[in-house]
Structure formats: C-alpha cells, structure tokens
C-alpha cells in the first residue's frame, strides 16, 4: 500500500524559504516518477512540479518555475522540493504524489504558510 507523508511545512515570511520533504513506502519508489502538488483554501489543486524516477527530468507549474526546485534521494525513498523567494500567494497545503497516478495519489500534505 502506498505510503505518502509530507514534512517540513510552516509559517515564514515573504522572500524566505523551506525545504519540503515526502517519505515514500509500499512502492517501488526508485522505478516511478514523482510530483508535487498544492491546494489553497477554497481553490482546486494546482500541479507544482514534477520528477522522473532517475532525476534526469523535471517540470514545473507556472507560478513557481524558477524559483522551486524538485529533487529526489532513492536510497532514502525520499523527495523534496525546495522553495526559494517565497509569496504569499505560496501558501497551501503541498501533498507529494506518485507521477503517474497524480493527485489522486497523494498522502498526507504539509502546510505551508507565507505572511509577514
């Protein structure tokens, strides 16, 4: 069964930045691609980013090209997306999610709050 937990969520002001992280298991992790995905109160969700399972291809929404940045560690089943230059309008609940499946993949998701 497949196992999805988003961490590194929280409040932080405009311009600053995270680092999310996804745990993966009950999947064969390193063979698949993976995605981010956000959703903001009251809003449909939103494609964030995309991974292929050996890192060599990556894509992004349009709202955080060039300032996210997705990567993956398969020894540690892990993936992360680092978020740089920050915006109010970033903040949502960000679920990770296998990239074939897509959002209706995803696991637990993490909040992230921007606001000074």
């Known amino acids: 069964q497949m196992q999805l937990v988003a961490s590194g969520g929280g409040l932080v002001q405009p311009g600053e930045s995270l680092r999310l992280s996804c745990a993966a298991s009950?999947?064969?992790?390193?063979?698949?691609?993976m995605s981010w995905y956000r959703q903001a109160p009251g809003k449909e969700e939103e494609f964030v980013a995309i991974?292929?399972?050996?890192?060599?291809?990556?894509n992004y929404g349009d709202a955080v090209m060039g300032r996210f940045t997705v990567t993956r560690d398969n020894a540690r089943n892990t993936l992360y997306l680092r978020m740089n230059s920050l915006r109010p309008s970033d903040t949502a609940v960000y679920y990770c999610?296998?990239?074939?499946?897509?959002?209706?993949?995803r696991g637990q998701g993490t909040q992230v709050t921007v606001s000074s």
């Open positions: 999610a296998h990239g074939s499946e897509g959002w209706r993949s």
């Open positions: 009950g999947f064969d992790f390193s063979q698949s691609p």
């Open positions: 991974i292929t399972d050996d890192s060599q291809y990556t």
